[in-house]
């Protein structure tokens, strides 16, 4: 076959240009886009202009990829621990130095703001910090004399090709979770990233070249379910790292179980915050208002429901709907930052309004009504107004399925058992948390929470990166969370070696096989 190799889609500007640019794939050190391929628009959700189109990969370029992918492995997993690490810290520095740049595409093609985008490139240059530090990572172990003259040791190998499919939310911090990490120990990354922001891997597939990482050992491959498909079932793809929604997580789980393939498969959320009466009710108010409504309500992390304690609905209720009337809800990218920029498209949008439909059909009260927004100057944007619902039964799909937008729920119970009991009742167990000045009560919590993520008078508890990510239930499928020690586990496969080498002095000719003992 033969690819045509384009220049990189660098105009990130909010008009669409004539004739929009391509967003290709990166092969063998190239941005490459077929003539004539399948492409799905790309828009900037603040203007609901496109602004782009990508490439969706076909079996030719699926195969190439692969094909790149493996002969890219093999070169960089002879190279030296010290070799590796030097292209590693390169990373990190040009990632520090030019995250602006990122931020900037992050925020066209996703909507969030620019600050919200700067801080989802901090927390993944954590894992690329973490990952310079891979030697002692990734080090086996060694018993001597584990029976009389017998030694064993374990060693620690890369596994080959590993693919990576992430969401739409985090188009570069969620990437950044496996990738620096999957590298250092010496594979090759394929990334399919959402096909709704697909520039930040393009960015970053950059970055790695100037890195001085050999062709071949980053690749993005970008597409829909037919790229996703190509990497389960083929034979070269030795583990997949998936982050999206909870039925896809599931099937990925499945399908790559069939091809004996490692996988990790993080999928939705529904997370609750539970404030107890003894609780500072002006910093939860400021918390949840954050943990809600940040980024749009478009993070995995994001508090979802309220769970008021023992009589402190009514006065909570009216703090955060009068913190709701000082958000700024606009363009992610205009100087003036405002608090939330848009929901990534307009069938999102649709989506989330149908979810504060079916809570009101079910008898909530809609406390502020966040439908039917629109910001001015941006008539065509995908917006959405925060949203506060009371007294939402817990029945209601809009209580039990993941909304993903700027819509935050109250729910009252009486006790701290039944609070506990409601978070534990959940399909899903991302992340949780407590807001008490009580610590024997944040530890019972922390103790019987089924969930994998849990906070103590913090809402959003994102395990730094030295820890692990991930939740537990329909939150991930697999045994293996992503970046820390799992990281490293995962990404490597282990040999133990049991040596028995016979002493010199116990020669027969007693020539101590030539060495002068
Ligand atoms: P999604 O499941 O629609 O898509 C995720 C990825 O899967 C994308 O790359 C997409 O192209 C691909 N995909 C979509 N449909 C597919 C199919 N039928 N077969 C194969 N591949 C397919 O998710 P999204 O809308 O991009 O992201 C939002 C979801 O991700 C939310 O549910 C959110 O909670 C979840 N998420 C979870 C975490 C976590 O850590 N648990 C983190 C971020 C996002």
Sequence with gaps: MTIAQTTAHTDFSEQAPEGVPVVGHWIDGAVVAPAGGHTAPVFNPATGQVTASVALADDDVIAAALASAAAGQRVWGGYSIAKRQAVLFAFRELLSARRGELAAIISAEHGKVLSDAAGEIARGLEVVELACGFPALVQGGYSENASTGIDVYTLKQPLGVTAIISPFNFPAMVPLWFFPVAIAAGNSVILKPSEKDPSAAL??????????????????LQGDKQAVDGLLESPVVQSVSFVGSTPIAQNIYEAAAKTSKRVQALGGAKNHMMVLPDADLDLVADQAVNAGYGAAGERCMAVSVVIAVGGVADTLQAKIADRIGRLRVGNGRDVAEPDLGPLISAAHRDKVASYVDIAEADGADIVVDGRGFTVDGHEDGFFFGPTLIDNIPTTSRAYTEEIFGPVLSIVRVDTFDEGVDLINSGVFGNG????????????????????GMIGINVPIPVPVAYHSFGGWKNSLFGDAKAYGRHGFDFFTREKAITTRWIDPATRDDNTHGGINL
């Design 203 to 220: 960015w970053m597939a950059r970055l790695w070249q100037e890195a001085g990482l050999p062709d071949g050992v980053f690749t993005v």
């Design 432 to 451: 949780t948390a407590i807001f008490t000045n009580d610590g024997g009560a944040a530890r019972r919590f922390q103790s019987e929470i089924q969930v």
